[in-house]
């Protein structure tokens, strides 16, 4: 099987600011106080997943998997390591990223679609298609920028699916859909999976990762902190009471539908 992704000893360092203005920058430093900070999102992560693997990325709030995703996708680059992938990658991970507020749903379908690299005729054949997956109904020529975030992710994740890409990445879509477009969402990336493309997966959701992925990675402040079986994986992740309590309740919002 050819490699999809590699991830190579990856880190991603942020820096954080604690003041905004050059005054205060310099009123602190003249007090000893601290300016910035360095925090690593990422710290030196290694993994390949093969073409047609399905992985669930899961790990606390915080634990550095929207920036790992971002890093697949190319958004980021590390700072150290490296990250290569093959083929075409579309996904949803932020919420409204590629939109312009002041343009319509239908002129952002056109640009985002764009962005994600399909031409304007593949476009404008999946553009029916489109919409009737966003559902966003009367919405369809209102500017996006009076959008619900709801809304946002819709027409994000329908413009997404439709790209024909070798990788898919899904992160935010699910915490902010409502419970029939998950469900929606569920059934139409198990088909990707079943397609033989490359799905990465971001969810706290035991029952929707046993059902869609055959491998599970875990961050932990980071770093790998599991890469397996699946079972074994959510078994991992489980390690305080308030984890598990997030993930038997979307289990029972979600998991035993799809
Ligand atoms: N651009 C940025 N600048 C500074 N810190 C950042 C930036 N992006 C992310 N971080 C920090 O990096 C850490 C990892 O964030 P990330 O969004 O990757 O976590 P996550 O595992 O996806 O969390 P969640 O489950 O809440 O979505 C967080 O502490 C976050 O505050």
């Known amino acids: 099987m050819a490699e999809s992704i590699v991830v190579d000893h990856a880190t991603k360092t942020f820096t954080l600011r604690y003041h905004r203005t050059f005054k205060q920058m310099t009123m602190a430093r003249l007090k000893r106080q601290e300016v910035s900070n360095t925090f690593t999102a990422v710290d030196d992560v290694s993994f390949t997943v093969e073409q047609g693997e ?3 990325l899961m790990g606390l709030n915080g634990s ?4 790992l995703l971002k890093l697949i996708n190319g958004i980021m680059r590390p700072d150290d390591g ?20 002041q343009l319509t749903g239908r002129d952002n379908i056109f640009l985002n679609a764009a962005i ?4 304007e005729a593949e476009t404008k054949r999946k553009f029916d298609e489109i919409v009737e997956f966003a559902d ?4 369809l020529d209102t500017e996006v ?9 819709r027409l994000g994740f329908s413009v997404a699916i439709h ?9 935010e879509v699910l ?7 998950k469900k929606k969402c569920l059934q139409r990336m198990q088909e990707v999976r079943d397609s033989g493309r490359t799905l990465v997966y971001v969810s706290h959701a035991a029952g929707s990762v046993r059902k869609m992925c055959d491998r599970v990675i875990v961050l932990e402040h980071g770093k790998l902190g599991f890469d397996g079986d699946v079972d074994a994986g959510i078994k991992y992740v489980k390690y305080d009471g308030e984890t598990e309590d997030a993930l038997e309740q979307e289990d029972d919002d979600l998991g035993a539908d799809i």
Request: aromatic share 10%; no cysteine.
């Open 82 to 101: 490296r990250v290569l992938t093959r083929g075409r990658i579309a996904g949803l991970i932020a919420t409204g990223a590629g939109f312009h507020p």
């Open 145 to 153: 920028g009076h959008y619900s975030s709801g809304m946002y992710s």
């Open 64 to 67: 550095g998997k929207s920036t």
């Open 163 to 171: 790209v024909d890409s070798d990788i898919f990445l899904a992160d």
């Open 116 to 119: 994600l690299g399909m031409s």
């Open 175 to 181: 915490a902010v859909g409502d419970k029939p477009f």
């Open 136 to 139: 966003v109904g009367k919405f």
């Open 54 to 56: 399905s992985i669930g």
